[in-house]
């Protein structure tokens, strides 16, 4: 895991959906303060000591977007996950996360929503340059772009190269379909299928097979985990 | 009926038409009277001037008389004239300087005249005949005054008089006829059309304005509402369907789910069984959300323009991307999946609809083409756009099921066990028609092919 755990705002209009989010975040160890309106969102968001901000979509009277611009027109990076019931995700979302934010649409998986948090506080911690990562007795070189375990090369396509590293970097944590479909092959839609099961199957086949133990897990309903054990 | 009639003349006196038509009619009215008008004043006058032109003729030419031969000379002359038969009509008195009359067919002096000359108009005492006359003072105090029956050129202005209040009369009666007429018509058809629309809000959609044959623009107005109302009751059977579909779709997890958890809430709590449930329960859950928002999408990119953010793509990378996705699922069930056709192929949209669409055809497939087949991917160029097909070499679809497997839930009898909702047709119609693509389906022998063409960037549309 990267770094200790930064405290958290959360801005949720929701009693219900504020309690699980507060409870989910804290017991995995961070702190976490919430806002149960817009007002009291801004004066917290302006102390900017926060690591990472989940802002619900629609709070009473205005959007949650509209929020973040505030915060940021008053020069306060801290990275946000939208929260939206909102569904279909729109273009205005769309331009936000091309500036380091992040949407999740309700109703969601806790799995995912702490991955989705730890990936933009990662984000915001600065990111060390590696060329070899490694995981377990797995090294992926960036530079010659060859994989490599227990001594043994692996054979990977392109993209399979591109999906292990994503895995790799976020070792440990659960990284759901989504997140994978949104950072191996930049595509914003819900594979109905199991299609990403499929093809993750395909790399663990080639990863895992014959080794002392498997890397790659499945996390039934959520998505993905590579796990060295300790 | 008669209620019927009275409904609709009212409603034809009321019509804007109808109004429009009385404007018209009060301005043409208008003008022709302001033409007669002119005619009657210079007919009048010229007719006029011609008789007051003849009258100062005879004066002159008594004047003359009188002084070539003095006053019983002038005398003479009038009796000569009231004796000659031509100058019927005409009037002579040549009084004394007392106006008392000395000769002539005159027995007074009228009293019309005054001053030593001039003009008047009066009525002569023993007729009722209206005389113009014109007098002069001669040189020995004398009065001479010569005049004309006008009765017949009065009677032709009273005439002229009439011509023109009957021209006019009849000008608002065959105008209004008109204009009540046409507006009937007018008024007939929109309250047919009124009268449909009615009937269509209270009783249902199956009720159409009835053609008359006549293939004018009502009958084209009508046929129009009429295919309206065909398209809006299709859609209307479209989205009772749907829902209809809904409901069975959501009842069948949600059941399930509310069995499973009130067994376990009457059973003893069990670590390991209440965490399969649990899981169970989530994944149906999951199903559910994402029949939800399968849904929504479909109808968002029904409803939405999302045209405004079509870009240009690359169907090759697009299709072979998805290709490169599926292969692993290919491989699984022993089957090929393969791209051919051109490299480069461009169109306009969006990417990750596209991706979508093409995910889906390649998706289906691959579960309903044949154990171990081969699901073969083309892009290529055609007819100045782009057709992206997908073919297998399963069983395929019967011919008469290709017009249904687009519908929303719509499922085929042997695939109802696979897991699916019957949503991703529904959602590659959908993208095909917003990019303006038209979907074709064909029998691959063996197996289904179906195809997307793209228009050419440049048109829009088929």
Avoid at chain 1, 1 to 30: F, P
Avoid at chain 1, 31 to 42: H, I, K, N, R, T
Avoid at chain 1, 112 to 132: F, G, I, N, Q, Y
Wanted: hydrophobic share 45%.
């Amino acid at each position: 895991m990267v770094g200790g755990r930064c405290r958290i705002l959360v801005i949720e209009d929701d009693r219900e959906t504020a309690e699980q989010l507060v409870e989910a975040l804290a017991t995995n160890g961070y702190e976490v303060d919430l806002a149960v309106d817009s007002d009291d969102g801004l004066s917290r968001g302006r102390s900017a000591e926060y690591g990472v901000m989940t802002i619900d979509r629609m709070l009473p009277g205005i959007d949650g977007i509209a929020i973040i611009r505030r915060l940021r027109e008053e020069g306060i990076v801290t990275p946000a996950l939208i929260v939206s019931a909102l569904g279909e995700v729109d273009d205005r979302v769309r331009g936000l996360r091309a500036g380091g934010d992040d949407y999740l649409v309700k109703p969601f998986a806790f799995a995912e929503l702490l991955a989705r948090v730890e990936a933009l506080a990662r984000r915001s911690d600065s990111v060390v340059k590696e060329t070899v990562l490694r995981a377990g007795d797995l090294e992926l070189d960036l530079v010659s772009r060859k994989v490599s375990r227990g001594g043994r090369n692996i054979d990977l396509l392109p993209r399979e190269f591109k999906l292990l590293v994503y895995l790799v970097r976020n070792q440990g944590q659960v990284v759901p379909r989504a997140m994978l479909l949104q950072h191996v092959w930049d595509l914003h839609f819900d594979p109905t299928t199991n299609i990403i099961d499929v093809y993750v199957g395909r790399v663990r086949r080639k990863v895992d097979a014959a080794q002392a133990y498997p890397l790659i897990h499945t996390v039934r309903g959520v998505g993905f985990c590579l796990r060295a054990p300790c | 009926m008669s209620g019927f009639v009275s409904v609709l003349l009212a409603k034809t006196l009321r019509s804007r038409t109808f109004k429009q038509a009385l404007i018209w009619i009060a301005i043409v009215g208008a003008v022709i009277f302001a033409l007669l008008g002119y005619v009657y004043w210079s007919t009048a006058s010229y007719v006029r001037g011609r008789s007051d032109h003849a009258i100062m003729a005879e004066l002159a030419s008594l004047q003359k008389a009188y002084a070539s031969a003095g006053r019983s000379g002038l005398i003479a002359t009038i009796s000569q004239r009231l004796a000659d038969q031509r100058s019927k009509g005409g009037v002579y008195l040549l009084a004394d300087s007392s106006f008392a009359p000395l000769a002539g067919n005159l027995a007074d002096w009228p009293s019309a005249m005054k001053g030593s000359s001039g003009w008047g108009n009066f009525n002569a005492r023993e007729g009722r005949t209206l005389l113009r006359a014109t007098f002069e003072t001669l040189p020995d105090g004398s009065h001479l005054l010569v005049g004309k029956d006008v009765d017949d050129l009065d009677g032709f202005a009273q005439k002229i008089k009439v011509a023109m209040a009957l021209c006019i009369l009849w000008i608002f009666v065959l105008g209004g006829a008109v204009g009540v007429s046409i507006t009937r018509r007018t008024v007939g058809r929109i309250e047919s059309i009124n009268a449909t629309s009615r009937a269509i809000m209270q009783s249902g959609l199956d009720q159409r304005i009835p053609l008359r044959g006549t293939r004018d623009e009502w009958d084209e107005l009508a046929a129009n509402l009429n295919s309206m109302l065909d398209r809006i009751e299709a859609l209307m059977v479209e989205v009772k369907q749907v829902t209809d579909n809904v409901a069975h779709d959501l009842r069948t997890p949600l059941a399930h789910m509310r069995g499973r958890l009130e067994r376990a809430y009457n059973r003893q709590r069990d670590g390991d069984y209440d965490q399969s449930l649990i899981v169970d329960t989530i994944a149906d859950l999951d199903g559910v959300l994402r029949m939800f928002s399968s849904l929504t999408r479909i109808s968002q990119i029904e409803a939405s323009d999302r045209t405004a953010a079509f870009r240009p793509v690359n169907l090759v990378e697009i299709a072979s991307e998805v290709v490169e996705l599926f292969d692993a699922a290919a491989e699984d069930k022993g089957g090929r999946l393969k791209i051919v056709g051109g490299r480069s192929v461009l169109a306009t949209g969006d990417r990750d609809l596209l991706f979508g669409a093409v995910a889906n055809l390649v998706d289906n497939a691959i579960k309903h083409g044949r154990d171990a087949g081969q699901v073969t991917v083309e892009v290529k160029k055609a007819y100045g756009g782009a057709v992206i097909s997908v073919a297998d070499d399963g069983p395929g679809i019967p011919v008469d099921e290709y017009q249904h497997v687009f519908k929303r839930f719509y499922r085929l009898e042997r695939s109802r066990r696979t897991p699916g909702n019957g949503l991703g047709l529904s959602l590659v119609a959908a993208v095909a028609r917003l990019h303006g693509a038209r979907i074709e389906m064909l029998d691959n022998l063996p197996g289904l092919k179906v195809q997307l063409w793209f228009p050419s960037p440049t048109r829009s549309g088929w």
